[in-house]
């Protein structure tokens, strides 16, 4: 990625101005909502409402265009109707604008191919950078900047999302929002792509430190083996998750009218991505479950995970998607068993799942996680906990043993409602909490492959082979 | 099934009066966590708590034995150490008790097997029906009985569940209390099934008409013929979900030690569960969410499923999902499609999926219910929607079109919480919500397994095959 670029990119996801073409008065309309986000939401940079029926909106001083601004402006955020978009995208251009975002729609995926052709040639010759159009905008948290009109993260986290479904962040935001989770730093939806691609974005944000995981909702690629190409570089030192949609023949067909997008051949996605080192997700909780994760935790040494449960039936479920997503349920150590059987109850099956039964006591999950953790033959932890008396003092001791041996640790607490005090104690703590017992199955699974192949390529690495 | 065994189940689920054997004045203790849960829940005929230390437990007279009691007791809660549980049997069998619910622990699971037999031995003998032991008791919400130490529920359904963990029917009434929402009528937590097994209990309530969807969460079978067998007639008139425990290796060591089962090959269960027209769920979440369209639904008349929609991606990935779990997207009729084209939008999507896009007006989502409702090519609909101005409008209108048309429906409605009115609506309706489209697809395609199954079934009927 050229220097350039990289300034550019920057101007897009961390402006120190923003103009917002077709910002409205109108409170339903888009145009206002945006122009609304970006104040309230806090954007300390200069922002430039431009619309010519107005002198001011939202108490801002309002401009006829932008070329009566006399300061350079970084990014502009275009909320026009679709037959006034080529003109403000020319005057973008003349304006030297580095960023825009397209928000209106009515281009490829209503068959008007040739327009978006038109504003991708302005981009590749002037180097402005172009995302959409017919998206739902840039989240960008820690510049404060939600030149969005979707629902907003109460809380901001590490994940990077990219999707070509803006209806599909709002739907994740309204998730993350409802359990109180941090989720996403920055969320990118570039609808219909007619400039910047998943690739461009992904390559930017390699190199910082806050994001933890890449999450991608992608219909559609026009440059694949880019794609496939950054990706392979990107996934050595930052996960990505990939939802294809469009996967089957009707999905496909949706995709065309939805973002334009020619869906392809799942078998050469699922080849490539699985080549690039990407995780694959099978649904949208998957995807969420995987990235809030990878966004805490950190690849296991190995795949050898322990189950430990007061909960006998969802205890035997646990084992039985372990197997089912491929884990490897760890043998524990004579010593482990020896030592655990010496200080459970009789009653308690020391085996792996190891089920502490009914209505444990602190003390007992204490004992059980302290072996259970040191255990050399135990890479990763599942638990499966709940309800218990003492449940507070539990979680601290689950987050007590995961700091002191490092080892990727997953819950599902048991509990009616995803406030409790157990819950964020874990959260806080870096320990993703699950609703079931398959969502914690999933998500490490996901931990795991990324693991092995990240030891792969390293031997690969070292042998020379890259 | 014998009438005197219809007899005995029937004070066995609707008891007119019940002893508890081992109730307590301690808080903490399981025997007073069931008497209370029995007093304080309304169960309106006679308790008798039974503890020869006392002389009243929570304000009831309280007997030293139960051969104390003058009067016939139909039902014997068993809450003792487990060494005296089998003296106490013989007395239950003395007194003419003609069931009881043994919830203490430390037989089969524990390697105690010969007690076990024995107790099965005299309920043989004595036609005195016994679950348990090592369960959580029975939850029969029409009897307002609450021989049970787990949480309860804060609403009542439709649904019989059978359970080899009363850890995982916690668990889920947890999660249905958290949604508000009714699920369960009865619930049986059968432990180690020393007497009775699934097989009676899907007998006995298989002619109860207040009872939509029979769901078994099961470890091991002892008489796994006999449960086919029976299971092979009540499939005829109700839908059996079974969440089958044990299937990995690990998973069924644990069944060895959590309830003494046998879990046995997965392949011949699945088989027999096949031919017996048994529902197989894939995790606790699939079994929930099958059951709750069971419970509210009714076979459609074919697999051809329509899919509406205001949300872009989600829709792809809904029809992604349709095709993965073997639904069939309908092509509309042209008539369908021609009357959507001139009603609806022209950057509407006027295919399978539909696609309202953006932010439609309720008016938009009335003319596609309409046409696709009343579209022969469609036997049932996935609608995935919201975040809408006027949901609760396009909510009514779902509930107009499903109960003209009476074609099963299942929607996703995608909401920061449950409790919105939109999702009261449709749940008070009969129509299941669902947090994700995976949710929705998963369930709908059960149901239309079951409707084939049922043709099936009634193909070879008429042929004379049975």
Chains 1, 2 share one sequence.
Not at 199 to 205: G, H, N, Q, R, V
Not at 240 to 258: C, D, E, F
Not at 373 to 386: F, P, Q, R, T, W
Not at 448 to 465: D, F, M, P
Request: aromatic share 8%; glycine share 8%; hydrophobic share 40%.
């Amino acid at each position: 990625m050229t220097d350039r670029s990289i300034d550019t990119l920057k101007a897009l996801f961390s402006p120190s101005s923003v103009a917002v073409i077709g910002a409205s008065k109108e409170k339903g309309k888009l145009g206002h909502i945006i122009l609304s986000n970006i104040i309230k939401r806090g954007f300390s940079g200069k922002i430039y409402p431009i619309n010519p029926k107005y002198d001011e909106i939202l108490g801002l001083k309002t401009y006829k265009s932008l070329l009566e601004i006399k300061n350079k402006v970084d990014l502009a955020v275009i909320v026009v109707p679709s037959k006034a978009v080529l003109g403000v995208v020319k005057e973008c251009q003349k304006a030297e604008i580095k960023g825009t975002i397209i928000i209106s729609a009515g281009f490829g995926e209503a068959g008007a191919h040739n327009v978006e052709g038109e504003i991708s040639e302005i981009a590749k010759n002037s180097g402005m950078k172009v995302i959409g159009p017919n998206c739902q905008g840039v989240i960008s948290s820690r510049s404060k900047l939600f030149a969005w009109f979707g629902p907003i993260p109460k809380r901001n986290g590490n994940v990077l999302f990219i999707t070509q479904s803006g209806a599909l962040a709002g739907m994740i935001i309204g998730w993350a929002n409802h359990r109180n989770l941090p989720l996403f730093d920055t969320v990118v939806s570039v609808g219909n792509k007619c400039d910047i691609e998943e690739a461009e974005i992904i390559e930017y944000f390699s190199s910082d430190p806050h994001i933890k995981a890449i999450m991608i909702y992608l219909e559609g690629l026009k440059d694949g083996r880019r794609f496939i190409e950054v990706a392979t570089r990107v996934t050595r030192v930052k996960p990505i998750i990939v939802l294809k949609g469009g996967k089957s023949r009707a999905g496909a067909r949706a995709t065309m009218s939805h973002t334009g997008s020619l869906a392809g051949s799942d078998r050469i996605y699922a080849a490539a991505f699985k080549q690039a080192g990407i995780i694959r997700a099978e649904s949208i909780r998957n995807m969420i479950n995987t990235a809030r994760i990878f966004a805490k935790q950190f690849p296991p040494k190995g795949g050898k995970v322990a189950i430990i449960t007061n909960l006998g039936g969802p205890g035997v479920i646990t084992a039985d998607m372990c197997e089912k997503y491929g884990l490897n349920i760890s043998k524990f150590s004579d010593e482990t068993v020896l030592k655990l059987k010496e200080k459970l109850p009789s009653y308690c099956t020391v085996s792996n799942p190891l089920d502490l039964t009914g209505d444990p006591d602190p003390t007992r999950y204490k004992i059980a996680l302290k072996e259970v953790y040191s255990d050399k033959e135990v890479d990763c932890v599942i638990i499966v906990a709940g309800p218990l008396v003492g449940g507070e003092v539990v979680a601290n001791f689950i987050v007590d043993f995961f700091n002191k041996y490092k080892k990727p640790t997953a819950v599902c607490w048991v509990t009616e409602n995803h406030e409790t005090k157990e819950v964020k104690i874990l959260e806080e703590s870096g320990i993703p909490t699950y609703e079931m017992p398959e969502d914690a199955v999933k998500s490490m699974a996901a931990l795991v492959t990324y693991a092995e192949y990240l030891q792969k390529e390293s031997i690969r690495k070292s042998r020379g082979n890259l």
